[in-house]
């Protein structure tokens, strides 16, 4: 028989926060309604400062009444609160084992720390403390982690109970409260390492890298006139945690901008601007010439955003300052110029892709970011399901042929043709690429960069990496006959060819061989799959609304797989800049080439006739992978009629 914990077991929300306030407080009615003694915590994924204050305050109102309500499976976020304010006799988890913080004896090393953790052995602890000595501008953690003996997260763990404080990571865990007032500059964060994430009544908690700086806790009691409790983070998670909050407070408009003051040097307004597209996630910096003003403008999530307006002066002087640096011309504008500029700034690393272009108001200067420091999606999680899936890693585990993907720019092409490349490397083949430009290293893979002005192009590139013994070969873009032609032989003589190719759907990969010259029974007998994608923008987790569509909608794309419901609308928050959403995900459409599409294409079909039969042979169009996303809650109808077309 149940027990009566098991009978009336409600509950809690997936984000607790403020708009979820209502459901907090039904919840708790429900709790005294039917006499609830637990909660379930299982679904909670994020909380923010108002959303623990709502939860604690349920749980109060319940012990006063009499009643000890307990949470059970607790996911990270609820541990991670708990941890960090000692809510261990307010928030209580009957199948957690997790007590309050241990605690190093008094007195107890670093060193001696690492030892009991397990981390570090007695020899290499007594090599680091000799390299130490000899470095007096460092310490030794910072030497047990540049020679590889722990991890960062190691040393902060370490650090950690050796303080007697909590470890956490408040942006992975889910309790980063990028809406938190915090008037410490961010200028101190950084130097300190100091991340504020959440607030209780007049209480704030921070993680600091570094628990022995006690300066670090003074300087954010000073600012904000509030006692502060302490835990231990990695230096790396810190920053992130820091790039989240700056990017909601610059994108609210609440931030200070020095970008069109006249004593801001041309270098730092340079630097404040790539720094800030940096965290807010940009992939292109927009520089555009206007008579009374130049614009900047940034690109993120697909959408542009205006930044700011500087004034002509300004604007000319960034536009020279930025074609310096990526090796341009200064001296000439009546041209397109390209360039490349590599950008460090702490841990930041990436290569900025420089275009200049004449206007009737000046040059315009676009800026696209390639972050180095990123890897690669492994495949299985780019998204794609079903046969989808099942079809691509068919085709890219076969010894030879064709595997094309399509789409516009920016639709996320290269990161799919990664993503495969990691997917199918190995010591035992020879992978090879020709790109322009190599947007990022791939271990095992030798790789090569187009170059234009010295007559290194892709036909050159191509006809060389035959007489090199390639087992596969990556065509960074199939845009002309001498390319198409090159990577057709190349997939019949037994080499597998990976490559992008410019078209709207999967099907009109063939047709657009066939129309920049390729023999039809050539296209045909060398095409295994095409894979065709778009972006669609994932609904914020932290604010994303239900919504009713009306009827005839739903009736509408219900042939392409609209469900009934739940379906979710964009709301906005602080989270995701007020704009609804955060982030995007692929939708894909795969055609696996099977017998009667090679008979097909040997034809010269139009493009609408092999549509139609490669979906009769099982192809999903790129709508109906929309609908997928808009049924599981990731996205809304509307950005899937977007990017996958209308019906």
Known sequence: METKQEQSTLALPPVLNRSRAEDLQDLWDQVQLEDCVAVDGSQVTTLD??????????????????????????????????????????????????????????????????????YLTQD???????????????????????????????????????????????????????????EVP???????????????????????????????ADVVRKYTGLSVITTVATPAAIHAGLDQIQRAIATSGTGETHMDEESVSTEDRFNEIVINAII?????????????????????????????RLNPNIGHSLV????????????????????????????????????????????????????RTTTALELDK???????????????????GMVLVTGPTGSGKTTTLYSVLDEIVNP???????????????????????????????????????????????????????TAEIAVEAALTGHLVLATLHTNDAPGAASRLIQMGMEPFLVSATLRAVVAQRLVRRLCESCKKPVDYPAEVVAQYRTEGLADGPHFAASGCPSCRHTGYDGRRGIFEVMKVTNNLQDLIATNPPSAELRRVAI??????LLQDGMDRVNRGITTLEEAIRAGGKV
């Open 124 to 182: 290499e602890l007594e090599k680091a403390v000799r390299q130490a000595e000899e470095r007096p501008d460092t310490y030794l953690g910072q030497v047990l982690v540049e020679e590889e003996l722990i991890t960062e997260e190691q040393l902060a763990r370490a650090l950690a109970m050796q303080h007697g404080l909590p470890f956490l990571d408040p942006l992975a865990e889910g309790v980063l409260d990028v809406a938190l007032e915090c």
């Open 280 to 308: 807010e996630g940009a992939s292109d910096i927009h520089i555009e010439p206007f008579p009374e003003f130049y614009l900047l403008r940034y690109r993120v999530d697909g959408r542009l955003h205006e930044v700011a």
């Open 382 to 400: 780019l998204g794609l399901i079903g046969n989808n899936k099942t079809w691509l890693k068919e085709a890219i585990h076969l010894p030879h």
């Open 616 to 621: 009769a042979e099982g192809m999903s169009s």
């Open 186 to 216: 961010f200028a101190e964060l950084r130097v300190h390492g100091i991340l504020p994430y959440l607030r209780l009544g007049d209480t704030l908690a921070v993680s600091l890298k570094d628990p022995a700086d006690v300066y670090a």
């Open 49 to 118: 400062s108002a959303g623990l204050a709502l939860l604690l305050d349920g749980l109060r109102r319940a012990k006063l009444d009499g009643k000890q309500i307990t949470i059970t499976s607790p996911t990270a976020p609820l541990l991670a609160a708990r941890r960090a304010f000692n809510l261990y006799d307010l928030m209580v988890f009957p199948d957690c084992v997790e007590n309050a913080v241990p605690e190093a004896e008094l007195g107890t090393r670093l060193g001696e720390v690492l030892i009991q953790f397990g």
């Open 428 to 482: 035992e083949t020879n992978v090879s690429t020709v790109e322009n430009p190599v947007e990022r290293a791939v271990k095992g893979v030798n790789q090569t960069q187009i170059n234009e002005k010295a007559g290194l192009k892709f036909d050159v590139c191509l006809r060389a990496l035959l007489r090199q013994d390639p087992d596969v070969i990556m065509i960074g873009e199939i845009r002309d006959y001498e």
């Open 320 to 371: 020279a300052r930025i074609k310096v640096s990526a090796g341009c011309d200064i001296s000439e504008k009546r041209l397109p110029q390209d360039g490349r500029i590599h950008y460090q700034d702490r841990q930041r690393d990436v290569d900025l892709r420089v275009n200049t272009l004449p206007t009737v108001n000046g040059e315009k200067a676009v800026m696209r970011i390639l972050d």
